[in-house]
């Protein structure tokens, strides 16, 4: 129940009319963030060099367009009044009064009424404005007049308190807070009688126009003398402004007069058709407390606020629709209606006519596009298709998500790329003659068509489709062009025709379908000519709207040739929604919807073709004129200025030495970096449309580091010099340590070749030692010989021995026999105890690291492997360890056990291996 009474209020509050909103020009707001000064502005004025002065309490400020600059009095009073005269500025203060000169980008002051003694110490004298009145200067308070012929200062003193003198008619009058109004003649203040209606009357502007003479007091509105009398200004706008307090009042061009009020901002009224605009705090202005109004040489307005100052493009092609309390919504189009606009928004559908603002009832919900065909506007809204006509709304079918609707090029029916895919509609009357292209069920949100049968889509999300379809509408084919055309990032395709080609913006490059390859081609000449695009809208076959490196440009296509105009980003910084970018164009005037509302503008029809555009540069904050240095590793600040605030302003582009492409200045500001040491050319170029043409130039140097100066170069070479002599005092030194060396290397070398030829002497020694060793060794193993020979001999004896017994039958010669062998045999028995003792010298080493390995081995084992490291066969070793043939092999096999070797391993190798 809750939910339910809260939508019904937000429908009653949407369907009510809403009166906050109106088409105004656009207005620049400068707050104390922005020019770093007070608050109260009391004075506006434009000087020569196209600057704008303000006097804002405290300080003088300047602005040039790019930068802002405030300036004190000595005194440091407040400024209250500025009036220019050539090339000087001239201020009012508290009991002072004089002029500001700029001179290298710096405002100097010169005080005219310093030490004058022109003061009394009675009155409380604060110049409150400053006029110029028969080639002299005047300096008025509420107290006195003080007049300046360039020399000497005249005062002169009311009789009466004053609010302000005003030169109408070569006349010079003077009003009075309540006695009326007088002229000041020979010295002289004189009362004007026929104007005595104006008596007990602040009066705050007197203004002439088309031969009659506005006064406008504070709280009585405005009086008029025509033709000899005086009336109260006949307008309903002036029971208004009875209510409002009126501060200031101008005319301007195209017989609109301006007032601003103390407290419901400015009023423009228009005598031509008797409407007037209300630009206050409740709309666009920052404050609605006008305190001062200055028009510029565009004829567009300056207000001084009692709150910051605002620059109001009263003289501008430009309108803007703001919503600021939130009503609105987003807008994603807007028309033209003959009674005002249509617009359609995330909210809904919303009316302006009249200058009244209302929601158009049952229109709640996102609203994507608005198409006027014939008298009809065509409303794509989430919820369906709505048609707007002679003030009905209603719904034309359900088709949810109209996001666009084109005429097809090919005949009369129209194409609709809605949430659900494309829609063809023979007849927009009949909304029951509409057909589906089947098979594609998707997001479709731009479509387009040139030749019969053939559709191209875009999905909302990503891809490009080629639907190809009989007359029936029953799709044929059905393909993702960009997928089959290897296009991986196809995010976001966006879709425009030109010239009867339909062309493909995919990624930030541009394509077209070649049908011969069937896919996709870039197209060189849009690649070349629109680099850097996310948008675009076509408004006619000749012209469209693109949006380029964040900035809106109009182009017009001119045969082969585009002209391209900028649209200041001014005017939509920050409030473009992103992919849905809407033009609608109406005899001359472009719609653009922003994320707040929209924008009513002209195109300009050429570009200023000669600006006078002036260029300073700061390092620093410090003044840095042309052809001058600047140290090394500076940030060069250069202030691009044309002297134009409104839309005359130009289009300005800039290169650095003249290399690379041309860059856009922003906001007339820009910040030169790391530049390298030498001298640098900075060219401002004017944008024509077309071509880049040069205005004005700046040259500079940049000084070479500290560490490439001369004092520094004659350092390095002074420390290069030191060097070089230390370096042959090093040198020279290094040659007496070097000969003394080679004296001491020489007394080494003979030292050591001494003790070389003791260690030759001692080695040859050795050497000699070392042979009768060898020749002892070799008598050892002489020795060994002979007791082998020995043992042979007893094998003999034994073999002998055996024959005998086998042969001999007689015992006592058996006898006999053996007694004479075994006493032969005697005689080597001293020869077998020398062999084993030389055997054990010779095989000292052999026989200690077996023992060591194999420590479980037995003297007899030790002793086998003696005789196989001499290479001994197993029937010679027999007799050497007194055992059988059959013994030996026996303990060869025992001796391989103990030793862990396979049957494949040889006994032999093993032991000459150890």
């Known amino acids: 129940m809750k939910t339910s009474l809260l939508k019904l209020l937000f429908l009653f509050c949407l369907s009510s009319s809403f009166y906050a909103q109106e088409l105004l ?140 003198c005003f030169v109408i008619n070569n006349q010079l009058l003077v009003a009075a807070v309540d006695k009326g109004i007088y002229e000041f003649k020979d010295s002289q203040f004189v009362k004007i009688q026929r104007w005595s209606l104006l008596e007990n009357n602040v009066i ?84 609605s407390s006008i305190l001062s109004i200055a028009l510029d040489k565009e004829n567009d307005l300056w207000l001084g606020l009692d709150n910051g100052i605002a620059h109001v493009e009263v003289n501008s092609p430009v309108s803007i629709f703001h919503d600021n309390s939130g009503t609105l919504g987003s807008v994603y189009s807007v028309v033209k209606t003959d009674k005002g606009y249509l617009m359609a928004s995330n909210y809904g559908v919303f009316k302006y006519e009249g200058d009244v603002f209302s929601f158009i009832p049952n229109s709640q919900g996102q ?42 090029s090919i005949n009369n029916s129209y194409l609709q790329a809605s949430y659900s895919g494309v829609y063809v509609y023979d007849d927009l009357q009949n909304s029951d003659h509409k057909v589906m292209i089947p098979g594609l069920l998707k997001p479709i949100k731009y479509i387009a068509q040139n030749r019969k049968n053939e559709i191209w889509a875009a999905d909302n999300y990503r891809g490009l489709y080629r639907v190809v379809y009989n007359d029936s509408y029953e799709p044929l084919k059905i393909e993702n062009i960009t997928q089959k055309s290897k296009i991986t990032n196809d995010f976001g395709v966006k879709i425009f025709e030109f010239r009867n080609e339909i062309l493909y913006l995919i990624n930030n490059s541009w394509y077209t379908y070649n049908s011969i390859a069937d896919k996709l081609v870039k197209n060189e000449f849009f690649n070349t000519h629109f680099l850097n695009v996310s948008d675009i809208v076509k408004i006619d076959e000749d012209h469209f709207v693109i949006l380029q490196d964040g900035l809106l440009y109009q182009v017009y296509a001119n045969e082969n040739k585009f002209v391209k105009n900028l649209f200041l980003e001014k005017y939509y910084k920050g409030k473009i929604i992103n992919g849905n970018l809407k033009i609608f164009e109406s005899n001359g005037n472009y719609l653009l919807n922003l994320d707040d509302g929209f924008v009513s503008f002209k195109f300009k029809s050429k570009a200023n073709l000669n600006p006078q555009l002036k260029i300073e540069a700061f390092d620093k904050g410090v003044y840095v004129a042309n052809n001058s240095k600047i140290p090394y590793n500076s940030e060069l600040s250069i202030n691009v200025i044309s002297g134009k605030y409104g839309v005359e302003k130009p289009n300005i582009f800039y290169k650095l030495d003249k290399s690379g492409g041309f860059i856009p200045v922003k906001e007339g500001k820009i910040l030169l970096n790391n530049l390298e040491s030498g001298t640098h050319n900075f060219v401002a170029y004017n944008y024509s449309g077309s071509n880049y043409d040069e205005v004005t130039a700046f040259d500079f140097e940049v000084a070479k580091p500290w560490y490439f100066s001369f004092w520094m170069i004659v350092v390095y070479l002074l420390v290069i010099g030191a060097v070089l002599y230390l370096y042959y005092k090093w040198n020279k030194m290094r040659y007496l340590q070097k000969m003394k060396l080679r004296e001491e290397e020489l007394k080494h070398q003979k030292k050591i070749l001494e003790m070389e030829l003791k260690a030759e002497n001692e080695l040859n020694i050795q050497e000699y030692e070392k042979h009768i060793l060898e020749l002892e060794v070799l008598s050892k193993s002489s020795e060994v010989a002979g007791k082998s020979l020995s043992i042979a001999k007893q094998s003999e004896m034994i073999e002998n021995i055996q024959r005998i017994l086998e042969t001999e039958r007689d015992f006592n ?46 003297s007899k084992d030790i002793k086998l492997c003696v005789y196989l490291k001499m290479n001994l066969s197993s029937k010679e070793i027999a007799p050497l360890m007194n055992i059988s043939f059959r013994g030996v092999e026996l303990h060869r096999y025992r001796l391989r056990k103990k030793l862990n070797l396979s049957q494949d391993d040889n006994l032999s190798n093993f032991l000459l291996s150890i």
């Open 367 to 408: 609203s994507w596009n608005i198409s006027k065909i014939d008298n009809k506007y065509l409303i794509g809204h989430d919820e369906g298709t709505f048609v707007y006509e002679n003030g009905i709304f209603s719904k034309l079918n359900g088709v949810n998500g109209g996001w666009n609707l084109i005429k097809s």
């Open 813 to 858: 010669k058996l006898k006999s026999e053996i007694k004479k062998v075994i006493k032969i045999n005697e005689v080597y028995k001293h020869e077998w105890e020398i062999f084993e003792t030389n055997l054990n010298q010779i095989h000292n080493e052999f026989i200690t690291k077996l023992s060591k390995k194999y420590p479980h081995l037995t």
């Open 204 to 287: 705050h502007s007197i203004e002439k126009h088309q031969n009659k003479i506005y006064f406008f007091t504070k709280k009585k509105g405005i009086y008029v003398d025509e033709n000899g009398g005086l009336t109260a200004w006949k307008y309903p706008l002036n029971e208004i402004l009875k209510g409002a307090s009126i501060n200031v009042a101008k005319f301007i061009k195209n017989n609109r007069l301006v007032v601003g009020t103390a407290n419901r901002g400015v009023y423009i009224f228009d005598l031509n058709t008797g409407s007037y605009r209300n630009i206050n705090r409740n709309n666009v202005l920052m404050n």
């Open 25 to 164: 020009p656009f207005v620049e707001n400068y707050t104390k963030l922005n020019y770093e000064g007070d608050n109260q502005t009391w004075n506006v004025a434009q000087g020569e060099d196209d600057a704008m002065y303000f006097a804002n309490n405290h300080y003088l400020l300047r602005y040039d367009g790019v930068k802002w600059e405030k300036n004190m009095l000595p005194n440091k009073t407040v400024i209250r009044s500025i009036m220019v005269k050539d090339k000087r500025i001239y201020s009012g203060s508290y009991k002072e009064f004089g002029y500001w000169v700029r001179k290298n980008a710096k405002m100097h002051y010169v005080s005219i009424s310093n030490n004058k003694q022109i003061f009394s110490d009675r009155d409380n004298e604060e110049i409150w404005k400053i006029f110029e009145f028969n080639n002299k200067i005047y300096f008025q308070s509420f107290n006195a007049l003080f007049q300046f012929d360039g020399k000497r200062i005249k005062s002169f003193k009311f009789p009466f308190l004053a609010s302000y």
